[in-house]
Every structure is written in structure tokens, then in C-alpha cells.
């Protein structure tokens, strides 16, 4: 099982990128997607969570300018960052909760994809 995160790259305040998180493998689905992010010196923090039933939750510092979705027939999950800030530069992870062939649960990440935001 890999996860692909793609998308990432050099945006100026106040543009927007989209992430995307693909799952690949033999898997059924993704249970709940987790997209994370880490500025150099600074904890890892959880940007946006969507689940398989749907719903989605956002960090304080992301609300209403993020969106997380999904594309489970693709097994993908888009980030979609808008209104993008100097501080929203940082590497993004995604980490997926996948629901493999046996009907077991697996914990993967992605690779990180890099984000900066210039003024």
C-alpha cells in the first residue's frame, strides 16, 4: 500500500493550492484521511480530517480557508488551500487510515509534499 501526495510548490500570499493523496495497493477504501503539517522547528500539526462517513474537521488556524474531500472511487483526497498566509509554509503529510483486502485496518503516510507561501 502507497500513499502519493502531490501538489505542493510555491504559491504567493493569498493564492491557493491543491494537495491531492492518492491510496494505492490492495486495499477496499480509506477509512479517515488526516492531512498534517510540520514548519522547520516546529510539532507536526493536523491541518484537516475527513472521515468516511463524510465529515470533515479543520484546525483552528485553517478553518474557512481549507477544504478537505474526497474521491473514494479514486481512493484520493483533495486539500484544497485557499487564502494561503506566510505561516501555512510548511511540509504537508497525509496519513490515511486504510481499509486493506482482509477487511484489517493500515496506518500509512505519504512522502510530504512542500508548501511556501511568499509574500
Known amino acids: 500500500v502507497q500513499l502519493q501526495a502531490s501538489g505542493g510548490g510555491l504559491v504567493q500570499v493569498g493564492g491557493s493550492l491543491r494537495l491531492s493523496c492518492a491510496a494505492s495497493?490492495?486495499?477496499?477504501?480509506?477509512?479517515?484521511m488526516y492531512w498534517y503539517r510540520q514548519a522547520p522547528g516546529k510539532q507536526r500539526e493536523l491541518v484537516a480530517t475527513s472521515t468516511s462517513g463524510g465529515s470533515a474537521k479543520y484546525g483552528d488556524s485553517v478553518k474557512g480557508r481549507f477544504t478537505i474531500s474526497r474521491d473514494n472511487a479514486k481512493n484520493t483526497v483533495i486539500l484544497q488551500m485557499n487564502s494561503l498566509k506566510i505561516e501555512d509554509t510548511a511540509v504537508y503529510y497525509c496519513n490515511a487510515e486504510v481499509i486493506l483486502s482482509d477487511l484489517t485496518l493500515g496506518d500509512y503516510w505519504g512522502q510530504g509534499t512542500q508548501v511556501t507561501v511568499s509574500s
Open positions: 495497493g490492495n486495499i477496499l477504501g480509506i477509512k479517515t
